[in-house]
C-alpha cells in the first residue's frame, strides 16, 4: 500500500482516525490449495439429478453381447430375442458447513483506510469453498480409490501373475510398465467391451513411474540439453495407450481440532486406478462411475455457498455451504484398482 504523508498522519491524527501497528490488510497468509490439485472432478462425470434418491436402467452385457442371429427357416420365423434391464439406485445426502461473522469485532477492522484481505465475507466464503473441495475430494476417495471396492483388485509384489492379481511394483527395477498396462487394457478391453482411457496415480506411485528405468529408457532420445526428455502425465498417458494421466496430489489435515496438525493425501499415495469412464454423462454409454449431483435449493448449483444475518441482537451474520453430492460405482468392470505400487 502507499505510504501516508506526515501531513496525511498527523491529518488522521487530528480526525481520531489514525491506528499505528495495526494488522495490515492487504496481504495474509492461506495455506489453500491450488485448484488443479483437488481430484473429484478429474475422472468421473458429474451427473446433474432432479430428485435426491431414485434409479437407472442397467442393461444385461451378457445379453447384449450374445450372437442371437439364427438362420430363418423355411416358411417360418425365429425366435425374438430378449434383452433384459435391472434397476440400480442411487442415494444423494446433503453436507453442510456454517461460519459466523461477528460484526462488531470487524467494524475497527474495516474501519482502516486501507482496502485488502479484511472483508470477512470473501475469506469466510473462500474458507468454505476450500473446505468444500476437501469434503468432496474425500467422498470421491471413500467412494473410489481405495481397496474392496473394484472387484478387479491387484497388488504390488515382485511378479506378475493373472492368476493371485499380483504385478511388480513400480519402484523396483524389473518392473515393466508399459507390458503391465497393455496386459491391463487387453483384460478390460475383453471383460468390460472397453478399453481404458483414465488412469489416476497417488503421488509415490507416480514418483517411482518417473524413475522407472524402463520408462526412462523409452524417452530418453526425445530430449536436448535446452529441453531435457522429462516424464510428465501426458508422456505416460502415450506410453500407456492412454487419453489421460493424473495425478491425485490432494492433501488435508487429518487431526480433530486441538491437536497437531497431521497432513495427509487424500487419496492413498502408493495407489493407482485404470479405468474407463466417460468425460460427460451419455445414454447407452457404459462408464465405471458417476457422481450424482443434487441442486437441492432447485438453482442448478449443488455446492451453493450463501449469506444469511443472525438473530436480532447478536449483531451476527453466517456463511453456510451446502453439497448434494454422491459418488457411485457403475460398471464394476471397467474399472482396476492396482494397491501398493510402491
Known sequence: MNALSSGEIMNQIQKGMFHPNVVLTNIAMAYFQAQQDYVAKQMFPILPVQLPTSAYYIFDKGDLARDDVKRKPQLGKVEPVVVSNHLDTYSVQIDQIIMGIDQIAQTSIQRQPVIGASDPRKSKARIIAEKMNIHQDLIFADGFFKPGVWTDEWTGGTAYSDESHTFVKFSDANCDPIKLFDALRTRMKKRGRRKPNKLSLGENAFNALKENPIILDHIKYGGSTANPAIVTEQVLAEMFGL??????????????????????????????????????????????????????????????????????????????GLMGLACKKTADDLGIFLKECV
Request: hydrophobic share 35%.
Open 243 to 320: 487419453q489421460k494421466v493424473t495425478v491425485f496430489g490432494s492433501t488435508y489435515n487429518d487431526a480433530v481440532p486441538g491437536k497437531d496438525e497431521n497432513m495427509e493425501f487424500i487419496c492413498d499415495p502408493d495407489s493407482a486406478l485404470l479405468v474407463y469412464a466417460t468425460d460427460s454423462p451419455a445414454i447407452d454409454e457404459p462408464t465405471a462411475g458417476y457422481m450424482f449431483s443434487w441442486d437441492m435449493l432447485g438453482n442448478g448449483n449443488y455446492m451453493p455457498v450463501l449469506q444469511y444475518p443472525g438473530e436480532n441482537g447478536t449483531h451476527s451474520e453466517f456463511i453456510e
